[in-house]
């Protein structure tokens, strides 16, 4: 049977859609895939056609979210004292808030974050490699401590439906990184 991709793509789109309105409502282990065919308005096996379990929607989901190499914008270091490219991770972070503030969130999938690091680091990494002398191994520590606070502080800043301005949050990130949490707060 021959099917048009065009329809193919908007079904499968129609049951991700379901299903991450679920998501959004309660944790995957209480998603049925009956639930998620009733809400898209398909049968069972039309789920089966795209997808292994609901686990395998998320995911899909999840793959989709996550940049390759490839789709990182070029990290450059003009000179030796620019730090982390937090404006690049700042936009990854809005293009996909939608799903990135459910993942990160309270009820999203804990290893998200892990999956988001490891997908950013090598390019990080590689980049501070060539323009610093720096322990290997320490580079990892710094970079996933580094990584970490920065995923941190922005699912905060969705949750607080961005209190602050974007260029604010950057600077603040900034001045964290460069000066220390101890310094900020005893100013």
Not at 10 to 16: A, C, S, V, Y
Not at 66 to 88: A, H, Q, V, Y
Not at 144 to 162: C, H, N, P, T
Request: aromatic residues 12%; negative net charge.
């Amino acid at each position: 049977m021959n099917k048009q991709p065009e329809v193919t793509a908007h079904t499968k789109q129609n049951l991700i859609d379901a299903f991450w309105s679920l998501y959004c409502e309660k944790r995957i282990e209480k998603i049925t895939v009956k639930e998620i065919t009733q809400k898209a308005g398909y049968n069972r096996g039309t789920f089966y056609e795209y997808f292994i379990d609901v686990y395998d929607v998320l995911e899909q989901i999840e793959q989709s979210l996550i940049p390759t190499l490839d789709e990182l914008p070029p990290i450059t270091m003009p000179n030796k004292n620019m730090g982390m490219p937090l404006d690049m991770f700042l936009k990854l972070y809005e293009q996909n808030s939608k799903y990135y503030s459910v993942l990160l969130g309270d009820n999203g999938d804990p290893a998200f974050a892990s999956k988001l690091k490891n997908s950013t680091k090598p390019a990080i990494k590689q980049v501070f490699s060539e323009n610093h002398d720096l322990d290997p191994i320490e580079l990892d520590f710094i970079l996933e401590y580094v990584l970490s606070a920065m995923i941190g502080i922005m699912s905060y800043w969705f949750r607080q439906d961005k209190v602050l301005p974007a260029e604010d949050l950057i600077a603040l990130m900034y001045d964290l990184m460069q000066n220390g949490v101890m310094k900020r707060l005893t100013k």
